[in-house]
């Protein structure tokens, strides 16, 4: 019987978060109450269930979809690296199947370099591109997979791997990890890399 009215919720569910993208939490779940009223669910614990399902898939839902551009993007931290893969024209590259693993500096990171050096980085899309692809790795490698060692870059050289006491690429620190787009992975670094 839950399994039956579960299929019938996800389908629902489906067609609310189409419809009514902005308003996701508040109308699915008065939707979802709604829908169980109408079967006329007496058993108060099953309705607590079937609800806290549709929720979890609400959420589960909301983080696919999203590609590792995108996922920067809405992380709200990457503006500067959003910036500059759009003047590097490699927002359609990073927007492909991939799967990629991106070592991503935080707007942090980039305001490390002197105002002057950015801009001038910025300005030259053949060397940004270079350091950009630099933070980039073919495949989708989570943390529990990452090992001490080089590791070749979609640039073509290699980063330095490192381990003890904390994951480190080259001279940067990964402040976070695995966050997961459809077509790869984020890690989050505190400096930007230069290929050397």
Do not use: C, W
């Amino acid at each position: 019987m839950l399994k039956r009215y579960y299929m019938f919720i996800s389908i629902q569910f489906r067609t609310i978060h189409d419809k009514f993208p902005i308003a996701r939490i508040h109308l699915s779940v008065k939707q979802y109450e709604d829908i169980l009223n109408l079967l006329n669910l007496k058993d108060f614990e099953m309705k607590k269930t079937l609800l806290a399902i549709a929720a979890t898939t609400l959420m589960a839902t909301n983080a696919f979809g999203k590609d590792i551009v995108d996922t920067a993007v809405s992380a709200g931290t990457f503006s500067t690296l959003a910036t500059a893969l759009g003047a590097a024209g490699l927002i359609d590259t990073l927007k492909g199947p991939g799967p990629f693993t991106v070592f991503a500096p935080t707007d942090a990171a980039f305001a490390k370099i002197p105002k002057a050096q950015l801009d001038a980085l910025l300005a030259d899309k053949a060397k940004l591109t270079a350091v950009l692809t630099y933070h980039v790795v073919s495949g989708a490698v989570m943390s529990k997979d990452v090992k001490a060692g080089m590791v070749k870059t979609v640039q073509g050289s290699s980063l330095s791997v490192s381990t003890m006491g904390g994951v480190k690429v080259d001279e940067a620190n990964v402040t976070a990890v695995d966050i997961i787009a459809d077509n790869g992975v984020i890690h989050v670094i505190d400096t930007v890399v230069l290929p050397r």
